[in-house]
T-cell receptor, first 113, second 114 residues
Framework: DAGVIQSPRHEVTEMGQEVTLRCKPISGHNSLFWYRQTMMRGLELLIYFNNNVPIDDSGMPEDRFSAKMPNASFSTLKIQPSEPRDSAVYFC???????????FGQGTRLTVV | GDSVTQMEGPVTLSEEAFLTINCTYTATGYPSLFWYVQYPGEGLQLLLKATKADDKGSNKGFEATYRKETTSFHLEKGSVQVSDSAVYFCALIYLTGGGNKLTFGTGTQLKVEL
């Protein structure tokens, strides 16, 4: 299996632009997590899905952030409009239902200038 | 709600020193516990896991024992190497009615010097 695949690996965008981050979970996994990592705040859970349904989005910082999972093999995290404080590494992870570990993608390093 | 508390870093050790990174958790029910490692510039990788009380997870010389009575999962290694320098995250997965919920500690940076 190729593992969790995130794209792009790096994104540089100007303030005010829309940014879309993509994630392909491991085939057969039914839980998907989006995390943000910064030096100041560490690793923050933004939102997670089970069976494509958003379960807890309390970590989404504000309305500028939205996440979707239209099917079991694809999820997006969108920021519109982006701001410099959104600069961070965004990780996607997936796991099987049950008390099993999560597998992480390589992350997307977002820089908003 | 469930949470994970780790000792603050950075932890700086000399090569071949003994390592302990403390981790305690709060959770309703019986979570599975994990240690993840993040090397510079990379994503998180699973280091070891334990799925029930008294289980010991081990990998690459690292060990951790699931202690239900103290709600702890401390990471230990008898002799660290420079290549162990990384950030270590304690985590738990807890089953809810809606499925899995994965919760991480804040991470502990380990620096190993010659």
């Amino acid at each position: 299996d190729a593992g969790v695949i995130q794209s792009p690996r790096h994104e540089v965008t100007e303030m005010g632009q829309e940014v879309t981050l993509r994630c392909k979970p491991i085939s057969g996994h039914n839980s998907l997590f989006w995390y943000r990592q910064t030096m100041m705040r560490g690793l923050e859970l933004l939102i997670y899905f089970n069976n494509n349904v958003p379960i807890d989005d309390s970590g989404m910082p504000e309305d500028r952030f939205s996440a979707k999972m239209p099917n079991a093999s694809f999820s997006t995290l969108k920021i519109q409009p982006s701001e410099p404080r959104d600069s961070a590494v965004y990780f996607c992870a997936s796991s099987l239902r049950g008390r099993t570990e999560a597998f992480f993608g390589q992350g997307t390093r977002l820089t908003v200038v | 709600g469930d949470s994970v508390t780790q000792m603050e870093g950075p932890v700086t050790l000399s090569e071949e020193a003994f390592l302990t990174i403390n981790c305690t958790y709060t959770a309703t029910g019986y979570p599975s516990l994990f240690w993840y490692v993040q090397y510079p510039g990379e994503g998180l990788q699973l280091l070891l896991k334990a799925t029930k009380a008294d289980d010991k997870g081990s990998n690459k010389g690292f060990e951790a024992t699931y202690r239900k009575e103290t709600t702890s999962f401390h990471l230990e290694k008898g002799s660290v190497q420079v290549s162990d320098s990384a950030v270590y995250f304690c985590a738990l997965i807890y089953l809810t009615g809606g499925g899995n919920k994965l919760t991480f500690g804040t991470g502990t940076q380990l620096k190993v010097e010659l």
